[in-house]
């Protein structure tokens, strides 16, 4: 089987170009642990134990914020750009 040009993906070459694929994932802190729970609001951090199942709500670019299909892997990263802007007040 052949493949045509247009039909293979566009993989970048620019590190700056490159999505930084993240999942948003559901973690339990446990029934009734409001201490674990308060901790993770304040900080933002949970510990989990080793070898924890979690739950991967989504897949997305943690710069330009593109959900990850096969089409969003040939796009370049918008996201980087944002990020080396200089913004002016």
């Known amino acids: 089987m052949q493949t045509k040009m247009d039909e293979r993906p566009v993989v970048p070459t620019d590190d ?49 914020r593109i959900h990850y299909s096969e089409r969003a892997c040939t796009r370049p990263c918008t996201g980087a750009l944002l990020t080396t802007s200089v913004h002016l007040h």
């Open 16 to 64: 700056a170009a490159a999505h930084v694929w993240v999942g948003a994932a559901l973690v339990g802190m446990g029934q009734g642990e409001t201490r674990r729970a308060e901790h993770a609001a304040r900080t933002g951090r949970h510990v989990l134990l080793a070898r924890t199942r979690i739950e991967v709500l989504e897949v997305y670019c943690s710069r330009c």
